[in-house]
């Protein structure tokens, strides 16, 4: 392993800096990590939602990781927003090609403004084709209730089923984030297949939220090649989050759910 992790994002952008590539792309460098994109879609969006995705053709996607895996391979490689089924499959056959070391697969769907980012049809080759092939897969609770195809878990014990029924769809990895749940301490449900771990944080006490999703991930992703286990590259990344989350208030941008302080600890 280098020094510094070359970690790759595939996913859409966001102009207001606050989650999709540019989050990614800050949380890596905020880690150590040195960040690279392959974008999958132009989102014109702000704090307060999206107002149109213009989607990146597949083969153009294509081009863009053969050219890039093949000069430079990825230490670790963070999969989100991937718009459409088409796309998913050049990303699947990517993956196989070049056999990035560590894949975390953010199953981005829907916005927190209710907007939705991945076409209701590419969810089964999402399903089908991505999750067999990623180390890690991160959904929050509508997510996963969308990749099963059933009600949304409203309580732990019920995340711990649904993980479960996760791994039967052969994600190798699970980390089901539990921050829909009401509570003052948030509780995600970490399972390598052997058994599922609870990994509580407190409520962070701020509206300043957005791009929360897509920064864990990539954290997880810009950490993993420094550590010995998936475990303690997720206890990390959600230290970091928690961090993030706490400091947000101090950034004031936009008039809506704002982003979290990917540099709270460095500026």
Wanted: charged share 20%; proline share 5%; glycine share 10%.
């Amino acid at each position: 392993m280098t020094a510094i992790p070359k970690v790759l994002s595939i996913a859409g952008t966001d102009p207001s800096g606050g989650a999709g590539i540019q989050a990614d792309l800050k949380a890596f460098s905020a880690l150590g990590g040195y960040g690279m994109a392959v974008i999958t879609g132009l989102v014109a969006q702000t704090t307060t939602g999206v107002r149109e995705i213009l989607e990146v053709p597949a083969a153009f996607v294509e081009s863009q990781l053969d050219t890039l895996l093949t000069d430079v391979p990825a230490d670790a490689v963070k999969i989100g927003m991937l718009g459409e089924a088409a796309v998913v499959r050049v990303v699947a056959a990517a993956l196989d090609r070049f056999s990035p070391p560590y894949v975390v697969l953010d199953p981005v769907m829907v916005a927190k403004s209710g907007d939705r980012l991945l076409a209701q049809d590419a969810v089964a080759a999402l399903r089908e084709e991505l999750l067999p092939r990623v180390d890690l897969i991160t959904p929050n609770l509508p997510e996963a209730a969308d990749l099963l195809d059933e009600p949304q878990a409203v309580g732990v014990e019920e995340m711990r089923e649904q993980v479960k029924r996760l791994h039967a769809l052969g994600a190798r990895r699970v980390l089901l984030k539990g921050g829909h749940l009401d509570g003052d301490v948030c509780v995600d449900v970490f399972s390598e297949g052997g058994g599922a771990i609870e990994l509580s944080a407190p409520r962070v006490a701020t509206r300043n939220t957005h791009g929360t999703g897509c920064t864990l991930s990539a954290a997880i992703a810009a950490l993993r090649p420094r550590h010995a286990d998936w475990l303690a590259a997720v206890r990390e990344a959600k230290e970091y989050l928690t961090g993030a989350l706490r400091a947000a208030d101090t950034l004031g941008v936009g008039h809506g759910r704002g982003p979290v302080h990917h540099f709270h600890a460095v500026w």
